[in-house]
């Protein structure tokens, strides 16, 4: 799809079309029932007579937190973290149907260790009032200014942002070129506006929403450009091939006073019978290991 859309094949809307309108429409909605409802229902689409119009989208994060594999405790003490929040378990391509089995094993070991680390502090922590204070300012400062852009405007902008530059085929130029927008789009943010009050108000959700969003895509985009490869779901146009080195190490972002750096940390080494699998040579169908 990606490529039909980059050499102008492409649906109005930036994706293409599939149809299965060939099949019959008994088995369409049997076998795709969700599928034909949401199509019908919030596109008035009939996908079993008329062609759907599809796109890549982001599907699952392989990065997030950085944390222990036995008790999932991050670098802050207190914070625990299972699940797509947490980096490390899936490697650069994350299998399909392993996200609940991560769940199920790491969010048990999250629950666990986050008990007796509970049980075992001599006090409750305390967080200063102020803090509380000017996070209450921070969370507020939408509702009151007089003029700014509606969250939702800027939260767009930055979903065309990552889909444009740090796309499924990513290479330098575009990645520098996203490097630049999020710099502008942060600028957005801080002056963003919306109404209303505090209670069900969506728009509100979106402006802290946007400051981490910010820091996630942020994160992403420098960790492509200092990844020059392309390794399971990273792929550069400009840097095709796997390389041993990179291999090695993930891209740890950390906070540097205002601004964000990133750097390589080494991996653990692979277990030796592992080690061979992966660099076996593959086996031609029936053939015997």
């Not at 060939?22 to 049997?30: H, S």
């Not at 507020?140 to 889909?163: D, I, K, T, W, Y």
């Not at 330098?172 to 942060?186: M, N």
Request: with cysteine; proline share 6%.
């Amino acid at each position: 799809i990606y490529t039909e859309v980059q050499e102008g094949r492409g649906t109005p809307h930036g994706g293409a079309f599939l149809d299965i309108s060939y099949l019959p429409a008994e088995r369409v909605q049997k076998k795709l029932p969700s599928m034909y409802h949401q199509f019908l229902e919030l596109a008035d689409v009939d996908i079993t007579k008329q062609p759907m119009e599809v796109g890549p989208t982001t599907h699952y994060i392989m990065g997030g937190i950085r944390v222990d594999p036995d008790t999932a405790a991050a670098t802050v003490p207190g914070l625990f973290a299972a699940g797509e929040a947490a980096a490390g378990m899936h490697g650069a391509n994350r299998l399909g149907g392993n996200s609940l089995s991560d769940l199920v094993v790491f969010g048990r070991r999250a629950g666990e260790a986050a008990a007796a680390y509970a049980r075992g502090l001599a006090s409750r922590p305390r967080i200063a009032e102020s803090e509380i204070e000017a996070e209450a300012r921070d969370l507020e400062a939408p509702f009151g200014r007089a003029a700014g852009e509606s969250p939702f405007v800027v939260h767009q902008a930055l979903q065309q942002c990552m889909n444009d530059w740090v796309g499924i085929y990513r290479a330098e130029k575009e990645l520098e070129r996203a490097v630049d927008e999020l710099a502008k789009l942060e600028k957005r943010v801080a002056r963003v506006r919306v109404a209303g009050g505090r209670i069900y108000n969506p728009g509100w959700h979106m402006c802290r929403d946007l400051e981490n969003m910010l820091v996630v895509s942020e994160a992403i985009t420098r960790s492509a450009l200092l990844r020059k490869e392309s390794r399971g779901a990273h792929s550069r146009l400009d840097h095709p091939n796997s390389e041993a080195a990179f291999g090695k190490v993930n891209h740890c972002c950390v906070r540097a006073g205002d601004a964000m750096r990133v750097h390589a940390t080494p991996l653990p080494e692979m277990p030796a019978e592992l080690k061979r699998l992966f660099e076996a040579a593959p086996q031609p169908a029936g053939a015997k290991a």
